[in-house]
């Protein structure tokens, strides 16, 4: 069983930075990717980041609307995956979650349906 836990968020004014951090405990060995997601009342869980594992560093995705301004990283020693968000808008107020994924290849990366585990949230609050 793995086990992610986020942490990281809280309320910043617009413009504003915030780091995200998902530490992976228990057997994550197997994960292939890992990803951010959002979501806020009444929607759709959307995609927002994923860091996919290659050999011995990784390639990293984005939604359009986060694209350069959002950046995911992973530290490896410490089982941890970042999403350091920059220029936050109003827009990017949501719960954030952490997804871990065992079998998802460059086209499903964007997939929620791929992601086998998964923290409990974090809130990030933008506000002018």
């Known amino acids: 069983q793995v086990q992610l836990e986020e942490s990281g968020g809280g309320w910043v004014q617009v413009g504003g930075s915030l780091r995200l951090s998902c530490a992976a405990s228990?057997?994550?060995?197997?994960?292939?990717?890992m990803a951010w997601f959002r979501q806020t009342p009444g929607k759709e869980r959307e995609f927002v980041a994923a860091?996919?594992?290659?050999?011995?560093?990784?390639?990293?995705y984005y939604s359009d609307s986060v694209k350069d301004r959002f950046t995911v990283s992973r530290d490896s020693a410490k089982n941890t995956v970042y999403l350091q968000m920059n220029r936050l808008r109003p827009e990017d107020t949501a719960t954030y979650y952490c997804?871990?994924?065992?079998?998802?290849?460059?086209?499903?990366?964007?997939?929620?349906?791929?992601?086998?585990?998964w923290g409990q949230g974090t809130q990030v609050t933008v506000s002018s």
């Open positions: 997804a871990g994924a065992t079998g998802v290849i460059q086209s499903t990366i964007r997939d929620i349906g791929k992601y086998d585990y």
């Open positions: 228990g057997r994550s060995g197997n994960n292939v990717a």
């Open positions: 860091f996919r594992l290659i050999g011995g560093g990784g390639m990293t």
